[in-house]
């Protein structure tokens, strides 16, 4: 009788150990589950950033502003615009 629940008992522990659904894919599934909480931690601080310029663009004229002046070089009243050209660039 004990030979046969060693028998079975070894059989469970190979089939847990060495079995595409045991524990291997166990570990599998925990690496995959770190991965993607990093991911979001990431995805997560780069929405807050985003929330935040929203609230700063949607409150605040100096930041609208700025963000006209980068991207849309927006000269303001009484400004003078200088452009500096190398002489690389002007052959």
Do not use: H, W
């Not at 060693?6 to 589950?33: P, Q």
């Amino acid at each position: 009788m004990l030979i046969v629940l060693g028998c079975i008992a070894a059989a469970l522990i190979g089939e847990l150990m060495f079995a595409d659904t045991g524990y291997r894919k166990t570990l599998g599934l925990r690496s995959a589950v770190a991965e993607q909480r990093a991911l979001n931690a990431e995805l997560a601080a780069r929405n807050a950033a985003l929330d935040a310029e929203v609230v700063n663009l949607k409150e605040g004229r100096e930041a609208a502003e700025e963000r006209a002046r980068t991207d849309l070089g927006l000269i303001g009243p009484g400004e003078t615009f200088y452009q500096v050209v190398s002489r690389n660039d002007a052959r």
